[in-house]
């Protein structure tokens, strides 16, 4: 079974339950990340971003993807403010290794590619980091269980993820908490060398088209102390898309 979870922009679905071994934290993942099949999605997505001083400052994307597990394409747009708008970046994902990332700059009218050692910054002022916005494909990671803990009054499975020798990562290890009663994502904790440097929370979760999808996740980077907010608007699945909408030659054009 392939199965992927999209770090920043998909959360789970609404089947009944399977039987899962407490211990079988593999099976978990591909369960949870089962229930987020969609042929693609868009929405539009407010970022609050909040540094260190609690000086807040808006920006807006557009988000649309298409493909299956592990082969499938993003593109977002930034809309707002004028300072970014146009900004664009296009994401390649794939089951055996690292994504291919492109982004678009309005200023220079073309199109540069991101180097594996940039996916670790963040990307355009959020605290997003490159990485962030690919997906996430439970072929590239081993799992282990971590114990099971109660957040937000929520009861998870905690899961400790590891990326394989086949996927390059700015992280050495994760944790995840999965949900007992709808397998949505609870929080992610990114780990460098036994520290989180960050997490990601999941809120307002609710059944969008069958699929359980948190509509506000917070990135925050400890490290900086600062964090943003994606508040998610106008969130559909499988709607109508193109393959030819993402490539490089689209990027170009319809900047």
């Given amino acids: 079974m392939r199965a992927r979870c999209c770090a920043v922009f998909t959360i789970l679905g609404c089947l009944l339950p ?6 079988d934290a593999r099976q978990i993942m591909e369960e949870a990340q089962r229930r987020s099949d969609a042929r693609s999605q868009h929405y539009e997505g407010l970022l609050q971003v909040i540094d260190a001083k609690g000086k807040i400052s808006d920006k807006r994307w557009v988000y649309d993807r298409t493909g299956s597990h592990g082969r499938s394409k993003s593109l977002l747009t930034f809309v707002q403010p004028a300072e970014v708008k146009g900004v664009a970046l296009l994401v390649l994902n ?12 309005p200023a220079i009218q073309r199109e540069r590619r991101i ?11 959020t605290d997003f980091s490159f990485e962030d916005l690919e ?20 009861a998870c499975w905690k899961v400790e993820s590891r990326p394989r020798k086949t996927k390059s990562s700015q992280y050495t290890s994760s944790h995840v908490w999965v949900r007992k009663d709808n397998y949505a ?5 990114n780990f460098l060398k036994g520290e989180v ?37 106008k969130l559909e699945y499988n709607v109508p898309m193109k393959d030819e909408n993402f490539t490089l030659q689209a990027l170009r054009r319809n900047q």
């Fill in 18 to 23: 399977v039987a899962v071994s407490a211990q």
């Fill in 94 to 105: 794939y089951p055996e290794r690292a994504s291919d990332q492109w982004m678009w700059t």
């Fill in 115 to 125: 180097a594996m050692q940039d996916r670790s910054t963040r990307f355009f002022g």
């Fill in 135 to 154: 997906e996430r494909d439970t072929e590239q990671y081993d799992y282990a269980m971590a114990g099971e803990e109660t957040i937000e009054g929520i």
């Fill in 185 to 189: 994502f609870q929080r992610i904790e």
């Fill in 197 to 233: 440097v960050r997490r990601l929370r999941y809120s307002k979760i609710e059944n969008i088209q069958g699929i359980w999808t948190a509509r506000v996740l917070e990135m925050a980077d400890l490290r900086r102390n600062s964090r943003t907010i994606l508040t998610f608007d």
